[in-house]
């Protein structure tokens, strides 16, 4: 049936909805920030660790315990209402759309969400309902009512954040910490207390469905994450396989499809070796000054080019990576020391080769507190410090989503700061098991509220659809992304993830021609484009367009 009123259902467009897993609470929040400056309609579904979170109204003695007692945090909000619950098995629901700016817009809004919620349990035979006085979601008889889920949002400007939590299989036990939503003298119940027992997921997907005919959109554009992907239950399904080969097959990975490794690749993904004078030089200089570049580490078919342009990626940090991409040819084992005088070899390098710009990546180092954000920083002011004019791009981790480390980065003020999406959403985990979808949107986020010009990258060829990646590029740009790089995937080894299939120089073209249609600043899409290929172009066509 048909939700909502007036205006509040009138005739919309394309629903971006994401079902992404468990996220951290910061990554969404920041994420939903990002999102609410834009103008596309999102509905973000996930879950939480447990966390209780206080509304803009919340009474601390509503929280009867320590969080951190029962292994949750406590984190004040921006949204309306009290204290509440967030945690595993709870559907979390946050759209980010256009609400008109009526009067009684807050209430009609709610009342909305509060419908869309009511029609989904339905369709599991749960008899839902708003009562009057009480925000949320109800069940049960009059007198023995039961809250289901809460509502708690924010209007600004026109627009949604925040949402609402429905209990799916949540641990209940978990509300007994607080007053849930400040409501003493009503209790708390799930789906699963209910007598209905349904993967968070598929509740998930039945959300977006009534979410979009009650709010009124003709299309959605749908992508979800597989949270089975990866780990301990992975490695339980079938011992005979590869942690990898589970988790692709998870994933919808097609293996039986994929290129055959010893296969010959296409002429237009094949580069030539020319190794000049230019090539020597700047491998001399590197090897002599103790230095690794990410052009020799990764393998990058574009090294003999960019080296004879005079330009280089370094690679600080050190040489091993804490990580292990299903893609990445750059070594994993356990890390050694950072040395701390390789900011002024980078710096000496800068100058030696007289760049008027450098490029700094580094490997994932999770073993460090900072995950080498620091290093970053100091590497950043030594090039600038000692070449006056030099621009410095920087492609950096994820820094496992802590913010202060990442704040030193910003405070150093690099020219473009780069961290690579990689791939689409149902495959990130699979390909990319230590990192996180949202947490890398939250860190460009980030960046782009900072002031910094914001770039990003996709690999295809690894299991993706067109309709996939283009929602993947939607993501990047919504996100604050100005400068983007789509290449193709190239197996390094037989142990490294097959290619599904090689895309054509056309459809990169298309691509690119696409992604500019959605707004970004300056697009490199082409089979061999790497992160830094043509890097000095992208932020020289970024100043353009900005000035």
């Known amino acids: 049936m048909e939700l909502g009123s007036g205006a509040m259902s009138a005739r919309r467009e394309l629903l971006v909805a994401r079902w992404l897993g468990r996220v951290e609470y910061e990554d969404a929040l920041e994420l939903q920030h990002r999102l609410h400056t834009g103008e596309s309609s999102y509905l973000l579904l996930l879950e939480h660790p447990p966390i209780y979170t206080l509304g803009v109204r919340a009474d601390p003695a509503h929280m009867l315990v320590s969080p951190e007692s029962v292994g949750a945090r406590a984190i004040p909000t921006d ?26 817009a807050t209430p009609t809004y709610v009342h909305g969400i509060e419908g869309v919620v009511v029609s989904v349990l339905a369709e599991y035979g749960i008899a839902a309902f708003h009562l009057e006085g009480y925000p949320g979601v109800w069940t049960g008889e009059s007198g023995n009512e039961r809250k289901i889920a809460a509502i708690g949002v924010k209007l600004a400007r026109g627009r949604s954040m925040h949402g609402f939590a429905l209990n799916v299989s949540t641990d209940m036990a978990m509300f007994s910490h607080i007053v849930p939503c400040g409501i003493a003298n009503k209790p708390v119940t799930s789906m699963a207390l209910e007598g209905v027992s349904v993967p968070v997921a598929e509740v998930a997907s039945k959300m977006v469905a009534a979410f979009a005919k009650s709010f009124g959109f ?10 089975s992907a990866g780990g301990e239950s992975a490695r339980r399904v079938d011992s005979g396989r590869s942690r990898l080969e589970v988790r692709l097959a998870k994933a919808g990975f097609n293996a039986a499809e994929a290129v055959p490794f010893a296969a010959r690749k296409p002429e237009w993904v094949r580069r030539t070796a020319v190794m000049g004078e230019e090539y020597r030089s700047i491998g001399g200089l590197v090897e002599g000054l103790n230095l690794v570049t990410v052009c020799q580490e990764a393998g ?22 804490t990580r292990a991409c299903a893609f990445c040819l750059v070594d994993t ?9 390789e900011p002024e070899r980078v710096a000496e390098a800068v100058d030696r080769l007289g760049l008027n710009f450098a490029v700094l990546t580094a490997v994932a180092r999770d073993d460090l507190p900072d995950g080498g954000a620091g290093a970053f920083a100091q590497t950043i002011r030594a090039i600038k410090e000692r070449n006056q ?37 149902r495959l990130h985990r699979a390909i990319r098991p230590s990192a996180n979808y949202v947490r890398t949107l939250a860190l460009l986020a980030r960046a782009a509220s900072a002031g910094l010009v914001v770039k990003s990258g996709l690999i295809v060829g690894m299991g993706e659809s067109r309709e996939e990646l283009e929602g993947a590029m939607r993501d ?58 043509h890097a000095k172009r992208g932020s020289e066509a970024a100043d353009r367009i900005s000035s």
């Not at 003709?218 to 949270?227: P, Q, Y």
């Not at 990058?300 to 990576?321: H, R």
């Open 389 to 425: 004019g030099c621009k410095v791009e920087v492609l950096i981790p994820d820094l496992k989503g802590m913010v202060e480390p990442l704040e030193q980065i910003f405070a150093a003020r690099p020219d473009v700061l780069n961290h690579n999406l990689e791939t689409v959403l």
């Open 476 to 533: 990047l740009r919504e996100a604050g992304v100005e400068i983007l790089t789509v290449g193709q995937y190239l197996r390094p080894t037989r142990r490294h993830l097959p290619v599904a299939r090689y895309y054509r120089p056309e459809e990169f073209a298309e691509i690119r021609a696409s992604a500019l249609s959605m707004g970004f600043r300056y697009v490199e899409s082409s089979p061999l484009a790497r992160s830094s290929y």
């Open 300 to 321: 990058c078919p574009n090294i003999y080019e960019c080296w004879k342009d005079g330009t280089a990626t370094f690679m600080i940090n050190g040489e091993s990576c």
């Open 333 to 341: 084992s356990k890390p050694l020391p950072l040395d701390p005088r």
């Open 79 to 104: 949204r309306g209402g009290d204290i509440t619950y967030h945690g595993p098995g709870q559907l979390v629901g946050y759209p980010i759309i256009d609400v008109p700016i009526v009067p009684d």
């Open 218 to 227: 003709s299309g959605i554009d749908l992508a979800g994450v597989d949270l």
